[in-house]
């Protein structure tokens, strides 16, 4: 079911490309005619490229938004215990899966493709559903599917809390507990505010997940880092975070957090040329940043809120291999 405010921002966006195509057929008239074209005549032909706004969004909504990309990364660092040396990462962000509502066979080839990587280990970095935990009916049976090596790890983004449709208090949080329990149910192990050291031969490195913790006040902010991390005795330390505004807010004063994975910001599912308005809000919109020693990566996700097409924003499945520095 399409809501009013989807509605409302598949218009924007498309009016948002119109303008855009008009701006370029204004500047393209305008060279034009420093060549001896006539403005006026040449503008009004041009204008027909607008049509281009509809089909962009026409393939957004049926073909980027159904094919994926594997984004490989990889991260060396002298922290990276020998054991653990090309220990394969595939991170997964903002599934929505509101947003596959009648498209179960678009998610199971994602899985596929997840699978295939043949992973250590795989992370989720929040935002399961847009709204509530009845979005993973008929789909949890496909998510239960992913496997890895190390086991299947998330956390919550601020979707996660059915914040977004004006649930009573009681009602929202009876939501999170059976978002919570489902995701146990799918063999995944949610991190709140926690770690868990994975071991191998006399070597650790840390997993460490908090609950959502963001820097913008229409994002919910529950996550307790220092909590999160006490006992994590790996000699390196992966921070499963949501939202990407926590890394200037706290995770680059926290030098013992060597690599922090975030997704939430979608790249606003629309880029052009690399540029997209996300980062009118964020600062780390998308890909690989480094402080230093340490290292953020922001996933684009693999699902859609409000609007459902991304143009220039292919869902991404991320395969992050960490590398001894010697």
């Known amino acids: 079911m399409v809501t009013f405010i989807e509605i409302i921002a598949n218009l924007i966006i498309i009016a948002f490309m119109m303008i855009i195509i008009g701006l370029l057929a204004l500047t393209i008239s305008g060279i034009a005619h420093l060549f001896g074209a006539d403005f006026k005549s040449f503008f009004r032909k041009s204008l027909w490229a607008t049509l281009l706004a509809h089909i962009l969004f026409c393939y957004g909504i049926f073909i980027e938004r159904n094919q994926c990309q594997v984004v490989n990364v990889n991260i060396e660092s002298e922290k990276v215990p020998e054991s653990f040396n090309d220990y394969k990462i595939v991170q997964i962000s903002d599934l929505h899966l509101h947003s596959f509502k009648g498209r179960s066979k678009t998610l199971q080839k994602f899985v596929d493709v997840i699978n295939e990587q043949n992973a250590d280990i795989v992370v989720f970095t929040g935002d399961l559903v847009s709204y509530g935990p009845w979005e993973l009916d008929g789909l949890d049976t496909i998510l239960s599917k992913i496997k890895a090596k190390d086991g299947v790890y998330s956390v919550l983004g601020n979707h996660d809390y059915?914040?977004?449709?004006?649930?009573?208090?009681?009602?929202?949080w009876q939501y999170v507990?059976?978002?919570?329990?489902?995701?146990?149910?799918?063999?995944?192990?949610l991190l709140l505010d926690e770690n868990v050291n994975i071991i191998r031969d006399d070597d650790t490195i840390s997993l460490i997940g908090v609950e959502n913790i963001s820097t913008h006040r229409a994002f919910l902010s529950y996550g307790n880092l220092q909590k999160a991390m006490q006992n994590a005795d790996g000699s390196y330390k992966i921070l499963l975070s949501h939202d990407p505004t926590h890394w200037e807010l706290e995770v680059k004063d926290t030098p013992e957090i060597d690599l922090m994975l975030s997704g939430h910001t979608h790249a606003m599912q629309f880029s052009i040329f690399g540029w997209s308005p996300s980062s009118f809000i964020f600062k780390e919109v998308a890909g690989l940043f480094q402080h230093e020693d340490q290292y953020l990566y922001v996933n684009i996700g693999l699902g859609e809120t409000l609007m459902k097409v991304r143009i220039g924003t292919k869902p991404e499945i991320t395969v992050i291999q960490l590398t001894v520095d010697n």
Not at 177 to 189: A, H, S, T, V, Y
């Open 162 to 172: 059915s914040a977004y449709s004006n649930f009573p208090d009681s009602i929202q």
């Open 177 to 189: 507990e059976e978002l919570k329990q489902r995701q146990e149910n799918m063999g995944w192990d």
